[in-house]
């Protein structure tokens, strides 16, 4: 948990601490089924007593923590699974394609789904660099807030345009629970929303890119 230990000090005045859920006046107060099977939930602290013990870090190193981690999950978790989910989408789509004949031809053979393929492949391309990069300067200890902030909104927006072509390619069947697509769909759509929406990480960027051209 992350919670005030010294308001007058803002940013800096927020710590972070383990609280244990069986802790006197910590409960569950709302839980919330979604598209992807995860379950967020409300938890409400009633008068909660913690031991100094609990206290992660020092005091005061909340958001420095909590900062640290969501732009390490930007890169490394939503980043990096875009990368394999559209790889996956390729693989099945490459596949079907080839298999699938319609009108006395098969799919790979149109134009309309080769142009597909092309673009998941050279999006791919693009956005495994932006991910790799920020990756690298992340183990070299760099200051990767603004790499992190393209990689995810451009690797999970990519990973979605995949995940959304295939579907299209496999027709019918792609919307059958019988392929792993329209899991996929549903989890990739998830990402452009949770670890920052789209439009945050725009206006983040967008704001360095400002201080930048100064
Ligand atoms: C399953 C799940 C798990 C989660 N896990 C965690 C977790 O572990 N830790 C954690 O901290 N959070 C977690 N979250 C919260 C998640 O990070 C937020 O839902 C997400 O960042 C979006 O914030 P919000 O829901 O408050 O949307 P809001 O901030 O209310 O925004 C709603 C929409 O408005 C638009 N918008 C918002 N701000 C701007 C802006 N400045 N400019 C333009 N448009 C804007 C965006 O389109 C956005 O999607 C989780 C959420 C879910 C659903």
Not at 53 to 74: F, H, K, P, Y
Not at 160 to 169: N, S, T
Not at 184 to 196: K, L
Not at 200 to 206: C, D, F, G, H, L
Request: hydrophobic share 40%; charged share 25%; aromatic share 8%.
């Amino acid at each position: 948990m992350i919670a005030y230990t010294d308001k007058s000090k803002g940013l800096r005045g927020l710590s972070c601490f383990l609280v244990e859920m069986r802790t006197p006046g910590v409960s569950v107060t709302a839980d919330y089924d979604t598209m992807m099977g995860d379950r967020p939930c409300e938890v409400t602290f009633d008068n909660v007593r913690i031991p100094a013990t609990n206290l992660v870090g020092s005091e005061g190193d909340g958001m420095a923590l909590a900062q640290q981690w969501i732009t390490e999950g930007r890169i490394l978790r939503h980043g990096a699974r875009s990368l394999g989910v559209a790889e996956r989408c390729l693989e099945l789509g490459i596949s079907y394609s080839r298999q699938r004949q319609t009108f006395g031809a098969p799919l790979a053979a149109r134009q309309a789904i080769q142009f597909m393929i092309a673009d998941t492949y050279a999006e791919l391309q693009q956005a495994r660099l932006l991910v790799r990069d920020a990756a690298l300067d992340l183990e070299r200890g760099r200051d990767v807030r603004l790499k992190s902030w393209i990689a995810k909104s451009q690797a999970t927006e990519m990973g979605f345009r995949a995940v959304d072509r295939c579907m299209q390619m496999h027709g019918g069947m792609g919307l059958t629970t019988e392929m792993p697509i329209e899991r996929m769909w549903r989890e990739q759509r998830s990402f452009i929303i949770t670890e920052g929406a789209a439009e945050v990480m725009r206006a983040s960027i967008s704001k360095k890119v400002y201080d930048l051209y100064e």
